[in-house]
């Protein structure tokens, strides 16, 4: 079902500044992390009970006070969903899960890529805990219900295997879609990133087919850097838009 309002908190964690996005039900409180891959107690304290470092951007309550004069309900984690299995994106995701105690959901295609979380982030001096194992998988086409949210799943490879971009649609203004690094503001992800099955013509094929059939005004939450809109991209990227031509500038984006 669609929301109103949706309240979206988005967090920039780790040394390469990975968005994490919290969505919550405003009517319910159900909540979902997507893309959980740092800083997790930072996380928690503050979708557990406003405390700590807050969000780098958000559009519900900034504190624990504003929260209550607008009758925000107590946030209830009921899933832990991932775009793609970079480190930056799911190397704590085991200390989520451990709290939260919910499924995580991951494109099986990224499988493997999951199991050299450990060994990626030893390369930015992390020490990550053992790679996490997906509870169930994402499946392009299909739309998942997590409590009262629904996400609707486009399969988008070509930064990794198994990138997926997921769409949330409201009933009062634009719809979101998350998309990890298949796409940002102004450019596009990585395609040569070692064991990832990176492809510039499957990554522009993914963007063409599954990304601008979206509405123009559907916000484009980025796993990193600034947010935008499918619209913007379509006009203006210079790799996947109208500036690259029918077929694409075949080349490598800007973030990891």
């Known amino acids: ?45 503050w979708v557990d009970g406003f405390r700590g470092v807050g969000p780098n951007w ?51 295609d ?24 997906a509870d169930e998988p994402l499946v392009g086409g299909e739309v998942y219900t997590f409590g009262t949210i629904e996400l609707s799943v486009l399969h988008t490879p070509g930064h990794t295997l198994g990138g997926c971009s997921l769409v949330l649609s409201t009933t009062d203004g634009p719809d979101h879609v998350f998309v990890g690094d ?29 990304l601008w059939p979206l509405e123009d005004t559907t916000v484009v939450h980025p796993g990193h850097g600034p947010i935008t809109t499918i619209g913007h991209e379509k006009r203006t990227n210079p790799f996947v838009g109208e500036p690259a031509g029918g077929a694409g500038n075949f080349g490598f984006g800007k973030y990891a």
């Open 182 to 210: 298949t796409l940002f503001a102004g450019s596009v992800g990585r395609t040569d990133i070692a064991n990832s099955g990176g492809d510039f013509e499957v990554l522009a094929r993914s963007v063409h087919t599954q």
């Open 1 to 45: 079902m669609a929301l109103s309002k949706p309240w979206i908190d988005h967090f920039l964690v780790g040394p390469l500044q990975m968005r994490c996005s919290v969505v919550t039900d405003r009517a319910s409180g159900d909540t979902i992390i997507i893309d959980g891959g740092d800083e997790p107690q930072r996380i928690i304290d």
């Open 110 to 133: 990224d499988d493997y890529l999951q199991t050299l979380a450990q060994v990626s982030g030893r390369k930015y001096g992390l020490s990550l805990p053992e790679p996490a194992v």
């Open 58 to 108: 958000t559009t519900g309550p900034e504190n624990k006070e504003v929260a209550e004069q607008q009758f925000a309900p107590n946030r209830r984690v009921v899933a832990l969903v991932n775009t793609h299995a970079h480190f930056d994106h799911s190397g704590f995701i085991p200390v989520l899960q451990a709290h939260y105690e919910v499924d995580w959901f991951l494109h099986p």
